[in-house]
């Protein structure tokens, strides 16, 4: 079994709670510290699973609950509320209302420096991982802390790449960390069009990335989805732990 300890941080509009994961055994570190931004359900078993499975490969994992603002809340079941038209519009009109890119990232300032103070997490650049609505503030996190930010990335992240002013793939000239995302075949939140923006964009800012599309559908990385694919999670982690290994230890 991994470590786990509970960190209640100082952030703008009150108490961050976060789970920091840490290697099993006595190891004292330290370990290149990785970031996990959870997806839109928010805080559950899968996602801690997630963590602490990142963290067995020796990283020292800091899962943030972005979902603070809005107060308590049980662990959400997607195979319920996303199936449910009235739980869904009240998940996304309470809790995912609440973690809007500039609320993530005063979270994550606050992180960052409390990360600087626990003595597991190796000083220099950090990684950030994240799913669905976490992967596209994985993005922004790079672009809004480009000196902290050694490596991102993104699984089956929304809205990375639209029309909208606040997309993502234009802050890119702000990265300085290597980017790697990983779409879904199926997922209207990563259509070709939406590639391609990624890809030309990442390209004029001559960023170490690369871009890819797995044969799965959006979310499909936590057990406790309804389109969970168990092999292309296996695939995930392929993919993840080398990457993060390269990045911050290479």
């Given at each position: 079994?991994?470590r786990t300890r509970?960190?209640n941080l100082?952030?703008m509009d009150g108490?961050?709670?976060?789970?920091?994961h840490?290697?099993?055994?006595?190891?004292p570190g330290?370990f290149?510290p990785?970031?996990?931004?959870m997806?839109?359900p928010g805080?559950?078993?899968?996602v801690?699973e997630?963590?602490?499975?990142?963290?067995s490969?020796?990283?020292?994992?800091f899962?943030p609950?972005l979902?603070?603002?809005?107060?308590?809340y049980?662990?959400?079941?997607?195979?319920?509320?996303?199936t449910d038209?009235?739980?869904?519009?009240r998940?996304?009109?309470?809790?995912?209302?609440?973690?809007?890119?500039?609320?993530?990232?005063?979270?994550?300032?606050?992180?960052?420096?409390?990360?600087e103070?626990?003595?597991?997490?190796?000083?220099?650049?950090l990684g950030?991982?994240?799913y669905?609505?976490?992967?596209r503030?994985?993005?922004i996190?790079?672009a809004?802390?480009?000196?902290?930010?050694?490596?991102?990335?993104?699984?089956?992240?929304g809205?990375?790449a639209?029309?909208?002013?606040?997309?993502?793939?234009l802050?890119?000239?702000?990265?300085k960390?290597?980017?790697?995302?990983?779409?879904?075949?199926?997922?209207a939140?990563?259509?070709e069009?939406?590639?391609?923006l990624?890809?030309?964009?990442?390209?004029?800012?001559?960023?170490?990335h690369?871009?890819?599309t797995f044969?799965?559908?959006h979310?499909?990385?936590?057990?406790?989805t309804a389109?969970?694919?168990?092999?292309e999670?296996e695939?995930?982690?392929?993919?993840?732990?080398?990457f993060?290994?390269?990045a911050?230890?290479?």
């Amino acid at each position: 079994m991994t470590r786990t300890r509970e960190l209640n941080l100082h952030s703008m509009d009150g108490t961050l709670p976060v789970t920091l994961h840490l290697p099993e055994g006595d190891a004292p570190g330290p370990f290149p510290p990785v970031i996990l931004y959870m997806d839109g359900p928010g805080i559950r078993p899968a996602v801690q699973e997630i963590a602490a499975r990142l963290s067995s490969h020796s990283f020292a994992v800091f899962l943030p609950d972005l979902f603070h603002r809005a107060g308590h809340y049980a662990p959400v079941d997607p195979m319920v509320v996303f199936t449910d038209p009235e739980l869904r519009t009240r998940h996304r009109e309470t809790l995912m209302a609440s973690a809007t890119p500039a609320n993530a990232m005063a979270d994550t300032q606050a992180l960052l420096a409390a990360i600087e103070t626990v003595p597991e997490a190796a000083p220099g650049p950090l990684g950030v991982v994240g799913y669905c609505m976490g992967g596209r503030l994985a993005l922004i996190a790079a672009a809004t802390f480009p000196e902290c930010i050694g490596a991102i990335a993104s699984f089956h992240g929304g809205g990375l790449a639209t029309e909208k002013p606040g997309s993502p793939h234009l802050l890119a000239d702000r990265i300085k960390a290597r980017v790697y995302i990983a779409g879904a075949i199926e997922d209207a939140n990563f259509t070709e069009e939406q590639k391609g923006l990624l890809v030309a964009a990442f390209e004029a800012a001559r960023l170490d990335h690369r871009i890819e599309t797995f044969p799965a559908r959006h979310g499909w990385v936590p057990r406790d989805t309804a389109v969970h694919d168990p092999a292309e999670a296996e695939h995930h982690w392929r993919e993840l732990v080398p990457f993060l290994e390269n990045a911050l230890r290479g």
